[in-house]
Structures are given as C-alpha cells and as structure tokens.
C-alpha cells in the first residue's frame, strides 16, 4: 500500500454517461498527477497539479475531461459524454518534493460500453 | 519529445536465475531522473529502483540493479536471484522535465518459472 487511494477501483458505464473519479494523496505531498493506462501500454500523463493550481494538461485531456483539487487535498476526474475509447485504467499518483518518487494510487478501471 | 522504448514486451526467467529488462530512451536534457517500476497484475505500481542521470554510480537495491549507459541513453534492470514474486510487467519510466511528469515505455512482462 503506497498510501494514495482511488475510489471507485471499478467502474463500469454506458456509453454518453458521465463519472467521476477520486483520489486521495499522501497528506504531505502537494504534487498530483493523472495518468491513464490503457491495455498492453504503459501510463500517458494527463494533467498535474501542484496544491490546487492545475499547472499543465495533456493533448490526451479532451474538453469531456475535466480535473480539479479543491483546496490542495483531494483531486477529482470527471468524464462527460463517456465513450468506448475512454476505456483505461485511470492512475493517480502523488510526489512530495522535486524530483521524489511518485507514489501510485491502485488506479480506476473504466469500462464504457 | 522524450521516448522510452522497452524492445522486449515479454521475458521469462528461471526461479534463482538473474534476467536483464532491456530499455532506451531519446533527451536531450542532462539532466533528469530514471526509474523502474513494477506492476503486479492487478496491484498497485512500485517503484523498484531509481537513477539520478548526474550520478555516474549504477543504483542497486538487494537483487535489483541497473546498468546506466548515459552516452548511449541506455538503463537495463537487472534482477538477480529472481523469485516467484517478482513476476509482474516492468515499465522504465523517464522525467526529465520541470513538471517532473512521468514518460513511461510499454512495458515488458516478466514471468517466472518454478
């Protein structure tokens, strides 16, 4: 256990619905990024947030994707409109310091269908 | 852009018997920070081992080391002793830039045999 939890760790849709992820970082890290990992490939940044302040976002990141960290703490994605592409392990993963370890949470399985 | 690419999407290895995972990437930073990580099937992703790029010293934790080739962006991992539990995908991960976001190759499977 890295100490970053996700909730929910399934989920599954139907298509042009909309869900919502969490993730809950280690308290003392103030960094929080997104990945999504989909079958057979390695984890692709999606977004990265430093307290509250999103501070990049990937082309990955259509405008149905949307990510927030309200106060600091916790971080949600939601997902408008879902569609069967978006179909992935979503990852969240938390680092306390430049260039420190990314801790991963034990991500969300979405399955749009 | 940065790549990673790991060429060896699967690999087997004898329980007690020691495997390279093979990756390279493309930068042209010199300064950034290499890892491996490892994804049990359905489990969370650890951190194996990491490796500062200034550092000419290869980073070694119990049986896993890597073999940093900087000139030749090059960063095997090394497993010795393998045992049952290692048996997992492996993904080598690069960050190399100021948001120190993860670049990561697709993986290579490792499975262990009894």
């Known amino acids: 256990d890295t100490g970053v939890s996700q909730d929910p760790r399934h989920k599954i849709t139907k298509r042009g619905q909309n869900v919502t992820f969490r993730c809950d970082p280690i308290?003392?890290?103030?960094?929080l990024y997104w990945y999504r990992q989909t079958l057979g490939q390695g984890p692709e940044f999606l977004t990265y947030?430093?307290?509250?302040?999103?501070?990049?976002k990937s082309r990955l990141l259509s405008d149905r994707f949307s990510a927030e960290r309200p106060k600091g703490s916790f971080s949600t994605l939601e997902i408008q409109r879902t569609e069967q592409g978006d179909s992935a392990m979503y990852l969240c993963?938390?680092?306390?310091?430049?260039?420190?370890?990314?801790?991963f949470g034990p991500g969300t399985r979405l399955l749009v269908l | 852009a940065q790549t990673v690419t790991q060429s060896q999407p699967e690999m087997s290895v004898q329980e007690a018997e020691t495997v390279t995972l093979s990756c390279t990437y493309d930068?042209?930073?010199?300064?950034?920070?290499l890892f491996w990580y490892k994804q049990p099937p359905s489990r969370q992703m650890i951190l194996v081992i990491r490796?500062?790029?200034?550092?000419?010293q290869n980073a070694t934790e119990n049986r896993f080391s890597v073999n940093f080739q900087k000139a030749a962006k090059s960063f095997s991992l090394k497993i010795s002793d393998s045992q049952l539990g290692d048996a997992a995908m492996y993904f080598c991960?690069?960050?190399?830039?100021?948001?120190?976001?993860?670049?990561f190759g697709k993986g290579t499977l490792l499975t262990v045999n009894p």
């Open positions: 993963a938390t680092i306390g310091g430049a260039r420190e370890t990314q801790y």
């Open positions: 308290s003392e890290h103030n960094r």
């Open positions: 947030f430093q307290n509250e302040a999103q501070l990049e």
């Open positions: 930068t042209s930073e010199s300064d950034y920070y």
């Open positions: 490796q500062e790029a200034y550092k000419q």
């Open positions: 991960a690069y960050d190399g830039g100021s948001n120190y976001k993860l670049t």
